[in-house]
């Protein structure tokens, strides 16, 4: 899926984009997504990486206007072309771009774009009527093209400012949501109906859209229809296809279908960053390993001396997976002056947990998801009388 299907694409509308839904994910270049990720993306962008976002969108919007108010010129055209790609390699920095082909997008602003396109256009413009049969199939075919290269400077021209708004609506959305106690279906459309109806909160977004005369607000304009498609595994469904004309119109597609789904996001009061929930489990923090500790927030808030001790500097020692080994070293050892160990069991249940707190050392989802329950009692009484049964 390119940011802007081609003229000449089937039934593609030519200056639209087209998404496949099916329950409850959307289907991007091959790809399924649960609905609501792509809001998670664009929620998440950083501010600074927002506002680089905004001015090269800017620069592409000042190219596309001048194109519209004083018409075609070589210079125009090559200026466009530039900002455009500036931007695509901006907009590759992005999870929520990433969604999209960036080869196949690059490709179409080529070829409408180039000096060998430009020639063409140049090349009506010097025609002279009266027209011959075969000079007027080729002046409509070079009119197709040339109109499809505004459209082009259209689109690109609005990703970022609706990026930047849909940003600013979720956060919003997520804000209030988060002080409702119920995370139920109908709390969920009920907090989307009050804000979204909010002249105050929709004027708040007007005004904070630095684009405000081509603002069509948040809102879906979309054509729908129903294609049957190949699978990857070469299975056959059929999905709606859903075209859209403005990345707007996508992400409030996206945010609207996933909060009906009972998807929606939550931010993390560890690391700040929002996530994608599917249920109405009260999840607080995020599975995301946190780029400070290094671990997942989820683990951090089971764990809190790992903050504590980290913000101090944190000893390797100090680890909750040592003083797990810790907890169980002391325990082996009184077992043995007990004399419920013999020697050879002391030595295999040593061994054992050595090995495991080893490994929790190495492999972050051995310690994650395994090295507590391996270092269970129960599992380290299986493990000696494995060791010492001859
Ligand atoms: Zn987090």
Redesign the pocket.
């Known amino acids: 899926m390119k940011f802007i299907e081609k003229p000449n694409e089937g039934y593609h509308l030519y200056n639209r984009f087209s998404a496949d839904f099916t329950d409850d994910t959307v289907r991007l270049n091959n790809r399924d997504y649960p609905l609501g990720t792509v809001s998670r993306m664009v929620t998440n962008i950083s501010a600074d990486d927002m506002t680089e976002l905004l001015l090269l969108g800017g620069k592409v919007k000042f190219c596309y206007e001048a194109i519209h108010f004083y018409g075609y010129s070589r210079e125009r055209y090559f200026a466009q072309q530039e900002s455009i790609l500036e931007m695509l390699e901006c907009m590759k920095k992005h999870e929520v771009f990433g969604c999209f082909d960036f080869e196949e997008s690059k490709k179409l602003i080529d070829s409408v774009y180039s000096s060998d396109a430009l020639d063409r256009y140049d090349e009506i413009l010097e025609m002279e009527p009266p027209f011959s049969d075969e000079q007027k199939y080729r002046i409509e075919e070079i009119k197709k093209l040339f109109d499809y290269a505004k459209v082009l400077g259209a689109v690109y021209a609005y990703i970022a400012i609706d990026t930047a708004n849909f940003a600013t609506a979720v956060q919003n959305y997520t804000k209030i949501l988060m002080e409702k106690t119920s995370r139920k279906k109908s709390e969920l459309a009920k907090t989307a109906f009050e804000l979204f109806n909010d002249e105050l909160f929709m004027y708040y977004l007007y005004q904070s859209n630095p684009a405000e005369n081509t603002m069509r607000g948040f809102s879906v304009n979309s054509v729908q229809t129903v294609a049957p498609v190949i699978d990857n595994n070469d299975d056959y469904k059929i999905f709606r296809r859903i075209y859209f004309s403005r990345m707007m119109d996508f992400y409030v597609m996206d945010l609207f279908e996933a909060l009906s789904h009972g998807h929606y996001l939550w931010q ?6 929002y ?1 994608l929930m599917t249920s109405a489990h009260k999840q607080l ?4 390993v ?1 780029p400070e500790y290094n671990v ?3 683990y ?1 808030a089971k764990h809190p001396e790992i903050t504590k001790k980290k913000m101090e500097s944190q000893k390797k020692t100090a680890t909750p997976n040592y003083l797990l080994w810790k907890r169980r070293d002391n325990f082996i050892r009184k077992r043995k002056s007990r004399g419920k160990y013999s020697e050879s069991e002391f030595a295999a249940a040593k061994n054992y947990i050595n090995d495991c707190y080893e490994k929790s050392q190495l492999d972050f989802e051995y310690a994650k998801n395994k090295y507590e329950d391996d270092m269970e009692i129960k599992v380290i009484d299986r493990e000696v009388r494995k060791a010492t049964d001859v």
Not at 268 to 273: H, N, P
Request: one cysteine or more; hydrophobic letters at 20%.
């Open positions: 993390c009061k560890i690391c700040g960053r996530f923090y995020c599975d995301d946190n997942p927030c989820k951090i």
